[in-house]
Every structure is written in C-alpha cells, then in structure tokens.
C-alpha cells in the first residue's frame, strides 16, 4: 500500500492506520470475550497489520522528505520511535491486565479495548501533526518508498516559447519538434550536456549549463508520448522505427512509451530499452518507478503528454526554460490549467541571454 499512501498523502494515510489498529484490536477483544482465535488473527494479525504497515511507511516517508540527503537517518528515528512506543507499551499492557484482573477475567479483553483508544489518540494526534517540506508536494505527489529513498517524477528543461507553445504545428520526419520548434532548444545546444551528448566536446557552462545537466541527471526511468517516440501514427506497420535518435538514444534507462497499440519491447545501445505501455499513464509511472529503483522519473514529453501528468497531479516538479522565442501557433502548455490550483508554486527562476529558467514545485 505503499504507492497509495504516497497519493493519498500522509495525513490520510495516518488516519487509515490509527482506525485500523484500533479496530484490529476491538476485533481481537471481542475475539477474547467469545473465545474465537480466529478473531485475533484478523483482528491484530490483518486488519492490525495493516494499520501498522501504513504506520510505519507514512512517517518514514515524511521523514525522508524532511531529511533527503539523510535517508537512514530518518529511516532510523522512525524505527527508533517504534522501540520506543513497544518500550512504553509493554509494561502498559502489563499494568492494564493486574488492574483489569478479576475472579472471572484475567483482564485480558479490557487491556485490548484500553490500549486501542490510547493509541487511536496518539496515532491521530500523529497524523493530523504531519507536516511536509516546502517544494514536496502533497497528495498525489507521486513519491514512491523504494528501500527508505525517495522517487521523485519530474520534468525538467522542457523549453517552451513566450506565447506558451512547447512544440511548433505539423510534426513530422523533418520536423520532429514541429515547424519552428528547434528554436526553443537553443540555449540547449551550446551546453556541455548537450555536446556530450552528441559526441562533442567543450561547450558552454553557467546557469544554462546547470540546468541543462539538471534535465538529464539522477532518472532511473523515463516516461514519453508517442510523439515523442516518432511521428508514426495508428498501428505499428513495421518495427523498422526504433526512434529519433540513432542506435544510442540519450535516456540509457528504461523509457516507457505512451501508446494506443502494443509492441514488443525494443533494447538499444547505451542501456535505453523503450517499453510499450498501453494502460494509461497512471500504469506507465507504477512501472517507472519500479524500475527507476529509488532514483527519479523522468517525464519527457511531448506537451500533451505533461499536460496528462499535470492535470492527474502527478509532478513533483517542472523545470521549464522560457526562450525569447514567438512561435503563434503549435501545442500550447497550459491552456485550461490552473497551476496554482493543482497547488504549484514558483521555486526557483534565473534569466540568461538564451532562455529564463522556472522551477515549479509542489
């Protein structure tokens, strides 16, 4: 449950687990009463269960958004927490029982019914206590638990022009950014990035140069439209077309692609292997971030395909770099969205001779 508890935020998922806890263990006091074991198991073994697995992951989650460069750090006062609770709890339990201890009871059922309302307070106290770090999101912010690390989904240097195009009209071979779309990318191709990524040496270094590293650094997976992939549209003729980009394509992760019609998955050179997702967006990104293991998604485009993310509120963070570009007509990025609803905020913002770089984080 712990992709659900991520979407859901902690504060729910705090809740979900103090009212399974303490409903596990009225289960398991009733079980007492009627002398039926099988009560206890669903009561403290299942239900119980669950409320002390969501218990568990929605404080390690938080911590680690408080802490990211201290990960077993934070994963470690959460366990510490949990000692510290069983080094209280224990004894309580033991107090409660004598206290409870009768001619006809060994106090056993009352110690359940005693013990699930004190820790239903504090596990609510706990939860409504939650609070998240500027910049991390909240519910739906698509954060997975992968081993105590954090995986975050972002966009990052996605290049769109002054009147909010992020692609110019009539894609095609030629055209694989659409008419005019090489324009937006300039401050992108002098960069040092850029020119590695091609073969070349040198290139440019500063605020582009950071961000443009930043676009392409610590994914473990990728995400892309169709569009992305090529221009072909409807069913797959042929398997002829492998991509934009030669043999080697950038990504060397990988790289789920949006689709309508199945394919077989396709290895490259460099690590990329471009995997065919026709169940949506919502199970594309499950299986990025199995495979991202612990590192970061990636979603690479093309607009619409953002725009999916962006309306499900599953982005954590967007670096867009605004260039002194007028295109007129194309995708544009955010007609009918409202940012600041889906609760996105300015973060970061540098301006140079090439582009204006914006983050937005949650």
């Known amino acids: 449950m712990g992709g659900w508890a991520e979407r859901a935020g902690p504060r729910k998922a705090g809740v979900v687990a103090a009212s399974c806890w303490f409903g596990g263990l009225l289960i398991s006091a009733v079980g007492v009463i009627v002398h039926q074991l099988w009560m206890l198991w669903i009561g403290s073994g299942v239900i119980g269960g669950i409320g002390l697995g969501l218990g568990y992951i ?9 802490f990211p460069d201290r990960r077993g750090m934070a994963t470690g006062m959460a366990i510490m927490g949990f000692g510290g609770g069983a080094m209280i709890g224990s004894p309580l339990a033991d107090i409660l029982m004598n206290q409870f201890r009768s001619a006809t009871s060994v106090g056993v059922w009352q110690t359940f019914v005693t013990m699930a309302v004190i820790y239903f307070v504090f596990m609510l106290g706990g939860a409504f206590g939650y609070r998240l770090p500027p910049g991390t999101g909240g519910p739906r912010a698509g954060h997975a638990i992968s081993g105590g690390i954090v995986t975050r989904v972002r966009v990052g240097g996605f290049s769109i022009s002054l009147d909010g195009f992020g692609a110019g009209p009539e894609q095609s071979l030629e055209n ?6 090489l324009e937006l990318h300039q401050w992108f191709f002098g960069t040092r990035t ?5 073969g070349e040496g040198g290139g440019s270094d500063g605020v582009d140069e950071a961000h443009a590293h930043r676009s392409m650094d610590g994914f473990g997976a990728f995400i892309l439209g169709r569009n992305m992939f090529g221009p072909i549209r409807g069913p797959w ?14 990504y060397h992760a990988p790289t789920f692609v949006l689709t309508h019609h199945p394919r077989d998955p396709i290895e490259m050179e460099g690590g990329t292997t471009f995997i065919f997702v026709t169940e949506g967006i919502e199970a594309a990104l499950d299986r990025a971030k199995l495979a991202a293991d612990g590192r970061d998604v990636k979603i690479g485009g093309g607009v619409e395909t953002v725009r999916q993310y962006l309306r499900a509120g599953l982005i954590d963070e967007l670096h867009f770099a605004l260039s002194p570009v007028v295109l007129g007509q194309g995708e544009l990025m955010f007609a009918g969205i409202d940012l600041p609803a889906l609760g996105y905020r300015v973060t970061e913002h540098q301006a140079t001779e090439h582009a204006t770089h914006i983050v937005l984080s949650r």
């Open 58 to 66: 929605s404080p390690v989650s938080t911590l680690v958004k408080w």
């Open 194 to 198: 850029f020119r590695a990524m091609t």
């Open 237 to 250: 003729l042929d398997e002829s077309w492998k991509g934009w980009w030669g043999d080697n394509p950038p």
């Open 176 to 181: 694989p950014l659409g008419k005019r779309g």
